[in-house]
């Protein structure tokens, strides 16, 4: 089963700042999705990514294949962007074919305060 | 507009009784997913289905059962063998294959007491 680690647990940040999230996972994936939950509990969805690096306004994700590791970064952070970013990996059974279904961390949540 | 939808966002129930909660979606997803998130912890999946008329155990099953008469339905019931029922309760669809974004409903915080 794959394991699913972020760093940090719990994020502090002032509006205007730098952020950036960090993800672990243990075993191969057929995808890495980055999450955003916000205190209501709904969930959307920011990234899917396999390789490389993908970009949408203030939010860039990467991803490192071969070290298991996945970062999401926030440019100019600002209040809004305050609430539980949540990493998700999509594995692969034995055969090689991929489940849809996500193993996911334990969230980072991200406070940003004015 | 195209989505998921969960309902209710609130549902109160007395121990021993069996709950549906609903999930509909119209994005013509194949599969469809329930996790349960609690306190402290990742979203653990409860059931999936791939396809219509199919559907797979996930890691915390017991006490659940599911339904896919329909495309657009994945209705989970919450019965009185699960012994900690109270949780939120995410649905999640998806195109079924590999590397496919995942879309999720807006959560029923389900309260047993």
């Known amino acids: 089963k794959n394991e699913v680690e972020q760093s940090p647990q719990n994020l502090t940040a002032q509006e205007g700042e730098f952020i950036t999230i960090n993800c672990s996972y243990s075993v191969g994936i057929s995808a890495l999705h980055w999450l955003q939950q916000h205190p209501g509990g709904g969930i959307v969805s920011l990234f899917m990514l396999s390789s490389g690096k993908k970009k949408h306004g203030r939010l860039i994700a990467t991803i490192n294949i071969q070290e298991k590791h996945s970062s999401l970064h926030i440019t100019a952070s600002h209040p809004r962007d305050s609430a539980v970013y949540i990493c998700?990996?999509?594995?692969?059974?034995?055969?090689?074919?991929?489940?849809?279904?996500?193993?996911f961390g334990q969230g980072t949540i991200l406070t940003v305060h004015p | 507009d195209g989505g998921i939808t969960q309902s209710p966002k609130y549902l109160f129930r007395k121990e021993g009784q069996n709950v549906t909660l609903s999930c509909e979606q119209n994005l013509n997803h194949d599969a469809m997913y329930w996790y349960r998130q609690d306190p402290g912890q990742g979203l653990r999946l409860i059931y999936y289905?791939?396809?219509?008329?199919?559907?797979q155990k996930g890691d915390i099953a017991e006490g659940y059962s599911v339904s896919r008469e329909k495309k657009e339905s994945f209705p989970l019931t919450v019965t009185s063998a699960q012994k900690n029922p109270t949780a939120f309760y995410l649905c999640?669809?998806?195109?079924?294959?590999?590397?496919?974004?995942?879309?999720f409903g807006q959560g029923t915080r389900l309260t047993v007491v």
């Open positions: 289905s791939q396809i219509v008329n199919d559907f």
């Open positions: 999640a669809s998806s195109l079924g294959s590999s590397n496919t974004e995942a879309f």
């Open positions: 998700a990996v999509g594995g692969t059974n034995a055969g090689g074919t991929s489940y849809g279904k996500l193993t």
